[in-house]
C-alpha cells in the first residue's frame, strides 16, 4: 500500500490561514502590522526564488515586508550596520539575513547573525534562542523549517511521544533543532551524520525519520522502516527545472506509512513558519 502523502502545500495554506486571523487580531486590538526584513548579499539564484517566495507569501498573509539586497562585496562591518538600523526600526519586527552568504565572508556568518536581536530573530540562529529551544524555555524564535516539521507531524496526528524520532544531519539549522523539538515532544531521538555506523539499521528502526542531508536520494526504500514516517527536507536542484529531496520517494512511498514529497513538500512549511515567528515577534516586542 502507498503512504500518505504529506503535502506541504496543504499544510502550509492552514498555517497560513492561522497567522492570517493573528495580523487581522493584531491590527485591531493593537494597531501594529506585523512588519519582516530580509537581507540577501549577493546574486545566490536559489536565494532570489526563496526571497521572493517569502515576499509574496508576506503579502498574502499582511505582514508588511521589505527586501534589501546587498551587493555580493559588502563587508561584515556594512551588513552588520544595515542590521543595527533594523534593529532600531519599530515597524521590523524580524529580521532574516538569507543564507549562505557570499564566500568573501562566510567565515563572519556567526558574527553577523549575534548582530540581530534576539527578539527580531525570526530564523532562531541566535544563541540566545538556541539556548532557549536547548533548556524548554517558550519565549524564544524556532527555526523555521523544523518548526514547520513538528507543527505539520501534530497537525497531521502522527504520533510523536514515546515514538523513536531519527533524524540524518546536525546542522544548526536543520537537524540539531528539529532534535530538540521532538525531544521535547517526548520522542527518543537519535541524530545522525557522516560518521554514524550502521546508518542504514538506526533508520530502519526509526518511527519517524527526518532527512536532512542535501544529497539526493541519499534515503533509500531499504532504509525505512514499513509504516515509518519519513520528512524529506532536502533541497537538490539535479537539473536547471528538477527538485529532488534527500528521499528516493518513488520506492519510499511504497514502504512508508507517511511521507513529504519535494517540491511541494517541507519547503513550504519553512515558508509559513516564517509567517508565524514575524507574528510572534511583534508579540514579544508589544510585551516589552
Ligand atoms: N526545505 C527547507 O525549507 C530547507 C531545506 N534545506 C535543505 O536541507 C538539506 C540539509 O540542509 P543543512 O542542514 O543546511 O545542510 P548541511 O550541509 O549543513 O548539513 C548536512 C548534514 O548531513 C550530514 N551528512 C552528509 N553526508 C552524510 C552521509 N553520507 N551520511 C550521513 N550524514 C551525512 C552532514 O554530516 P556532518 O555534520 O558529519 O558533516 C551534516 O550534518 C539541504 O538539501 C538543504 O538545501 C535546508 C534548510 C531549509
Ligand atoms: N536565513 C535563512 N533562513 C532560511 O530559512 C533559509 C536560508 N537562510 N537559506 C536557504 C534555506 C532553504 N530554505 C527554503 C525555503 C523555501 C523553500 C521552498 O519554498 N521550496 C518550495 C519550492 C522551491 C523551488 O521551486 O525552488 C518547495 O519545496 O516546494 C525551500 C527552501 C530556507 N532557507
Redesign the pocket.
Known sequence: MSAQILSGKIFASEFKEEAKKQVLALKEQYNITPGLAVIIVGENPASKVYVNNKHRTCEEVGIYSEVISMPADTTKEQLIAKIDELNYRQEIHGILVQLPLPEAITKEEADILNAICPLKDVDGFHPVNVGKLMIGQDDGMIP??PY?CLKMLQSAKINIDGAHAVI????N???KPMGQLLLAQNATVTI?????HN?KEICRSADILVA????PH?ITADMIKPGATVID????RIAPKKLVG?VDFDNAVEVAGAITPVPG???L??IAMLMQNTINAAKLQLAK
Open positions: 523555521c523549517t514547520g540524518v544531519g546536525r546542522s539549522i536543520v537537524g545522525c551524520h557522516s560518521h554514524t546508518l536532512a542531508v542535501g544529497r541519499f527536507v532536502g533541497i537538490n534527500d513538500g517541507v519547503g512549511l519553512t
